[in-house]
Structures are given as C-alpha cells and as structure tokens.
C-alpha cells in the first residue's frame, strides 16, 4: 500500500520563505510524475507545479520565480520551496503523485498560510 506523508507550511509572513515535502513509500512501480497543487477557500484546486522523471519541469504562470518543485534521486519524495510569498498565496498544498500504469496518489494536504 503506497504511503503519502507531507511535510512544511504554517504560518508564513508577507515575503517569506517555507518549503514543502512530500515523500512516497511502498510502491511498486516508479513514478512518472509529481506535482504540487493548492486549492484556497471558495476556489477550485490549481496545478502550481509538476516535474517528470526526467526532471523536467512546468510551474504556473502566478509562481514562476518564485516557487521552485523539485525531486530526490530516488524518485521517491517532492519537494516545493516557496519565496517571496504573499497573501494570495494562502491555501492547502496537496502533493501528488502518478505512475506509469497511470495510478494516481495524493497527500494529505498542508496548509500555508501568509498573513503578519
């Protein structure tokens, strides 16, 4: 049975910094992709950022240079560091992970929240 344990968040202060974790355990098959996504109150879920096996990588347009996914060696754990955070950054991360049959898996969520 594959485990998803997240890591990080809080309370963050207006151009902060904090950085997100999220390791996976006990699967078979190796994942294809990981991403990050965050869904605040009253909206729907939004991609921030996903990487392939090949370490390539896609971050959404509201966070480019300023957050930045990335991934162990193992393939095994994501990671999300966030700077220069603001307000609208405010919501629960969500890991998420898929592998090449296309089984999907998903953390437990972590809230960040910017405010002084």
């Known amino acids: 049975q594959v485990q998803i344990v997240e890591s990080g968040g809080g309370l963050v202060q207006p151009g902060g910094s904090v950085r997100l974790s999220c390791a996976a355990s006990g699967n078979r098959l190796p994942f294809y992709a990981m991403a990050w996504y965050r869904q605040a109150p009253g909206k729907e879920r939004e991609l921030v950022a996903n990487?392939?096996?090949?370490?390539?990588?896609n971050h959404a347009d509201s966070v480019k240079g300023r957050f930045t996914i990335s991934r162990d060696k193992a393939n095994r754990a994501v990671y999300l560091q966030m700077n220069s955070l603001n307000s609208e950054d405010t919501a629960i991360y969500l890991c998420?992970?898929?592998?090449?049959?296309?089984?999907?898996?998903w953390g437990q969520g972590t809230q960040v929240t910017v405010s002084s």
């Open positions: 990487i392939t096996i090949t370490r390539d990588t």
């Open positions: 998420y992970f898929i592998d090449r049959m296309g089984q999907t898996y």
